[in-house]
């Protein structure tokens, strides 16, 4: 449900104000009683706060109809907001502290521009695209944290640290004891598996380095960590990061 305050050109409240649901038959009943109070020439002029996208069905409503729609820039409405709230605790203190933004300070409303249709898309899908992009990111990051401290320096290994080879080792190979019992010659055997390219010189050595390092400090400590709960973790992860990951390509492509 929205809540309306309904004022003249100089701020005086012309009729009560009510409760409407969002959609046409609620803007419609609105419109009606406004005009009827106003009489014959009345023109509206709706105000709105650009939050989310709950001002997008008003603003496609009154152009629709002909109406003004102008925005209020947050920081001005907050501030007034605020002013009104230390004389009156309600949920309509929104729709008031709004509709007396031109009185009170004219300059702080503006038009508001309602894109065309391939306009809003592109923008929309700008919006996705860099959402996805921060999530990649977020995971990376979350994924490289784990090794930091579950073995420290194996994520610097490989040449691309969430390359395929290096995710597909992460899916198989989280506890460390497990890569040890390889020994250098199997886990060679296992890299050169798990990419599509010959693994880089050395890779198999710094690999087993990292991981002698990550079961002296991990000797005894059964514990405290649970291996197999780490790679549940890793390959939750992985899942994820991989969708995002394909998302993302596609996006691109479009």
């Not at 002029?45 to 939050?51: K, N, S, V």
């Not at 490289?144 to 290994?157: A, I």
């Not at 995710?167 to 990419?195: A, Q």
């Amino acid at each position: 449900m929205h809540h309306d305050e309904v004022v003249n050109i100089e701020g005086t409240k012309i009729c009560p104000s009510v409760s409407f649901a969002g959609a046409k038959e609620g803007l419609d009943q609105l419109r009606e009683k406004v005009l009827k109070q106003g009489g014959r020439g009345t023109k509206l002029r709706f105000i709105c706060e650009p939050t989310s996208m709950s001002w997008f069905p008003l603003a496609v409503y009154a152009r629709r109809h002909g109406d003004e729609i102008i925005r209020v820039k947050a920081h001005k409405s907050h501030a007034l907001r605020r002013y009104y709230s230390r004389h009156s605790k309600s949920d309509k203190l929104d729709p008031r502290a709004l509709a007396m933004m031109p009185v009170v300070d004219g300059g702080s409303v503006e038009e508001l521009y309602l894109p065309d249709r391939m306009t809003n898309a592109l923008d929309r899908r700008c919006r996705q695209r860099e959402k996805i992009s921060k999530e990649i990111a977020f995971l990376k990051t979350r994924i490289k944290s784990l090794y930091q401290w579950l073995m420290p320096g194996l994520s610097d290994c490989f040449e691309d640290a969430y390359g395929h080879r290096a995710k597909l080792f992460y899916k198989r190979y989280t506890n460390p004891f497990r890569i040890k019992s390889l020994g250098i010659s199997g886990l060679g055997k296992v890299l050169d598996k798990v990419g599509r390219q010959h693994p880089a010189e050395g890779l198999a050595k710094r690999i087993y380095e990292a991981t002698l390092r990550a079961c002296e400090m991990y000797d005894h400590a059964d514990g405290y960590i649970d291996f197999d709960e780490l790679q549940k973790e890793v390959d939750c992860e992985l899942n994820l990061l991989e969708s995002y990951e394909k998302v993302q390509k596609k996006l691109i492509k479009t």
